[in-house]
């Protein structure tokens, strides 16, 4: 049977390979050669180092000369090909985003909007690089409008970065097609990556810098030119710590801000800007006018009001926000007895209010190394970069002179031989030959003679030309005086840093420094246990795990409505300032605070939203914890120990293990001599102090049993005897246990006549 044609690929692929090969067999394979072998993992590290580089290089790390990724430099760049200045039109941003993919960034349209929207967000640049017009985002979090909405054009801050692209400052690349050349770096006038900051993730290391203010920044440039050696206190004096878009306080000392600048990396902490405001007759209420970098504002809101649902910080009553153009969030204390640094306090350690800032200074050195860098070094690279700037950009001045001078001495020379340059060219068949073999010109100056207008030929405009030569040359001889000293090139710098100061520095409209420093108070650790309202609950817990709080003390025995399919499990009276302690089948104690369970309105919710507590794990046990009080707990084994309170005392939702092993039980400790009864009904009775006190482990053995296990365990006082309660609701004491008093881990005897069936004490 004949198969089937396969079509497709295979087809394509066959037919070269087949059309190149001869009848013959032994004629040789002419690509057998090109086929090559080596280990996979060598293959596959060359190729991810590979992507890993193109990675760092040409996305994630930004360049310590200019302060930007190939993104943000190819959007600036093509923003100033469209001639979209800061005192020109707007152009809409899908004009924009459309030139940068298609000319220089082959990528993305949506990646390409948004870091030119993020470029013109106040909330994100300090000093921003696009100017924007329509809606593009905002600190709430919401995303910028759509690109054929908004409208963009480069600020006077973008200009300045892009100052000196034409006088060949800098080096041009070809694009990714090679129709078009593109900077590899911008000339940059001021050290935008400290001023602006950066962020980015490579391939095994990620970078972020913190925003600065640019008249510091500035001014620690200058210092450097001054004393290159200048030691690292020296400049952390002069640039005291970030200087972030949004404000806010820097609460670290000035030795832990040195020490980040001095390695590169480091931690910042940094807190919302608050103040108190009295609302009359003892009212007042706390206004949060600044938030932290990067926290969004919504999700601020959500974190505080799910804080004051909770009640984790039970002294805050309500929040609110009452935002416009500037920040205003209004904090609510529950009482005015309450102290507002104590509130804030609380409040810093539970929400964004207070945020860790992870500096990490790891940038790309001339372009081609990451390198994690102190503040010194990116200084001196923005400084090298700008001393390679001037050196280049007078070389192009110089270039442009001499042309110039030549130009204008042909002139002179045209002047001084007018009436007869006049008959060359009137006569002459070839004037430029004549004129360069009579006057010794060059063809440059000929051209121009010969393309001068009739109206040139003034008395004036030989003057002109004159002076003109005369500036130029004075021009020609400070340049290459410049060139040939290499001081008054650092002159020269910090004369143009200086410029740039007074345009964007602290005179400038939002110049001012607008981030605080200043260190953390010290605040009394506040007691929020003592701030939660004393109340009677009773807490039911259903067969199905659901838990709620009913105000007052109940009968425990009351009807109360639960879901269908479920029904009452366990019942006890406590205080809305009790920690109920949960003890269930895993042998781990779990602690939840009695003023977070939900109210008794509803069915309450599932206990096991509130803690860790797995499904296939049982609640054996729930009772209010208190400070002193021992615990017996028991295996199903017999194996058991007591166990303090504060040993049982969990800290997070996963609980806290205690007993290893299968439990049974866990019984408050009170009396002298315990009695455990198993499986079998026999009871033993023995001293309470042969059992050790532990906090985790399987226990000691309790009874011994020849088959079955513990059923039950209660701690008594023999001299009061034992009592249960009998089905009909009776109770009976048997005063005298002298026949069941034992040893601990002996078998025990019978248990006393009337015992319940189901082996427990009840």
Same mark, same amino acid.
């Given at each position: ?61 930004? /360049? ?34 459309? /030139? ?32 924007? &017009? ?94 290159? /050696? ?34 590169? =990396? ?16 003892? &009212? ?47 904090? %609510? ?41 102190? *503040?010194? %070094? ?8 700008? =001393? ?19 130009? *204008? ?34 063809? $440059? ?51 143009? *840093? ?40 009773? $807490? ?110 969990? &800290? ?69 005897? *034992?009592?249960? &309660? ?5 109770? =009976?004491? %048997?005063?005298?246990?002298? %026949? ?16 319940? =069936? ?5």
């Amino acid at each position: 049977m004949r198969k089937p044609r396969i079509s497709g690929w295979t087809d394509a692929v066959r037919g070269p390979i087949q059309s190149t090969m001869s009848d013959d067999p032994n004629t040789p394979d002419p690509n057998a050669d090109q086929t090559t072998s080596e280990p996979l993992s060598r293959a596959i590290g060359e190729r991810y180092l590979t992507y890993a580089l193109s990675t760092i290089m040409n996305r994630a790390l930004p /360049d310590a000369r200019d302060g930007l990724k190939p993104v943000h430099r190819r959007i600036l760049f093509a923003m100033r090909e469209l001639r979209l200045s800061p005192t020109g039109a707007f152009r809409k941003s899908a004009k924009i985003s459309g /030139d940068v993919m298609g000319n220089y960034h082959p990528h993305g349209d949506a990646a390409i909007y948004d870091a030119m929207a993020r470029l013109a967000q106040p909330f994100a640049m300090r000093y921003p690089l696009v100017d924007g &017009q329509g809606n593009f985002g905002n600190i709430d979090g919401d995303n910028p409008a759509a690109s054929r909405y908004t409208e963009a054009r480069l600020t006077a801050a973008a200009e300045a970065l892009m100052e000196g692209l034409a006088e060949d400052a800098v080096d041009f690349r070809p694009n990714y097609d090679g129709t078009l050349q593109e900077p590899v770096v911008l000339p940059a006038a001021f050290p935008n990556l400290l001023c602006n900051g950066a962020s980015g993730i490579a391939v095994g290391m990620a970078t972020n810098v913190p925003p600065h203010n640019l008249h510091e920044v500035i001014d620690a440039c200058l210092h450097l030119i001054k004393a290159p /050696d200048a030691r690292d206190d020296t400049l952390i004096s002069i640039m005291p710590g970030p200087d972030f878009p949004t404000g806010g306080v820097l609460v670290e000392s000035r030795e832990t801000i040195a020490e980040a600048y001095r390695t590169g =990396r480091g931690s910042l902490r940094l807190r919302a800007r608050w103040v108190v405001e009295d609302m009359g007759r003892g &009212q007042w209420q706390i206004v949060v006018t600044e938030i932290p970098y990067q926290v969004q504002k919504s999700k601020l809101i959500e974190r505080l009001a799910e804080i004051i649902q909770t009640k984790k910080v039970p002294i805050l009553a309500d929040v609110r926000d009452e935002s416009a153009e500037d920040i205003r969030i209004v904090l %609510e204390p529950r009482t005015r007895a309450v102290d507002a640094e104590q509130l804030m306090a609380a409040l810093f350690r539970v929400s964004d209010l207070e945020v860790r800032f992870g500096l990490n200074m790891n940038v790309l050195i001339d372009g081609r190394v990451p390198k994690v860098c102190s *503040l010194k %070094e990116v200084l001196r690279a923005f400084l090298d970069h700008r =001393r390679e700037v001037l050196v280049r950009r007078s070389n192009h001045r110089l270039d442009k002179i001499a042309a110039r001078l030549e130009v *204008l001495e042909g002139y002179m020379i045209a002047f001084l031989n007018l009436d007869r340059v006049i008959e060359i060219i009137r006569n002459e068949d070839d004037p430029k030959a004549v004129m360069i073999a009579e006057f010794r010109l060059t063809e $440059v100056q000929v051209e121009a003679i010969l393309n001068m207008r009739l109206r040139a030929l003034r008395r004036l405009e030989e003057m002109e030309l004159r002076t003109e030569h005369e500036k130029l040359t004075h021009e020609r001889e400070g340049l290459m005086a410049m060139l040939a000293d290499e001081g008054a090139q650092w002159a020269r710098i910090a004369e143009e *840093l200086r410029e740039t100061r007074s345009k964007f520095g602290k005179s400038a409209p939002g110049g001012q420094r607008r981030t605080e420093i200043g260190e953390a108070s010290e605040v009394a650790e506040i007691d929020m246990e003592a701030m939660i309202e004393r109340e009677p609950i009773t $807490v039911i817990l259903s067969r199905m795990g659901w838990i709620r709080a009913l105000k007052g003390h109940q009968p425990l025995d009351a009807e109360v409505k639960f879901k269908d399919g479920d029904g009452p499990f366990m019942a006890l009276h406590a205080e809305t300032t009790d920690k109920l302690m949960i003890f269930a089948a895993n042998g781990r104690f779990y602690t939840l605070p009695a003023n977070n369970l939900p109210g008794g309105r509803g069915m309450g919710e599932p206990l096991r939203l509130m803690i860790d507590l797995p499904n296939d794990a049982a609640v054996i046990d729930m009772f209010p914890w208190r400070d002193g009080e021992r615990y017996l707990v028991a295996s199903k084994a017999g194996d058991g120990f007591i166990v303090g309170a504060a040993d049982i005392l969990a &800290q997070t939702r996963a609980g806290k293990q205690v007993l290893n092993g299968e439990p049974a039980l866990c019984r408050r400790v009170a009396g002298d001599h315990v009695a455990v009864v198993g499986q079998n009904r026999k009871m033993l009775v023995f001293p309470l102090d042969e059992l050790p006190e532990m906090a985790r482990g399987k226990g000691v053995r309790l009874q011994k049993f020849k088959d079955g296990g513990l059923s039950d365990a209660i701690c008594i006082t023999l001299a009061e005897g *034992l009592r249960w &309660q009998e089905s009909g609701g009776r109770t =009976r004491t %048997e005063p005298d246990l002298t %026949e069941w008093l034992g040893k601990r881990a002996t078998a025990g005897r019978m248990a006393p006549r009337g015992f319940p =069936r189901d082996n427990k004490f009840n």
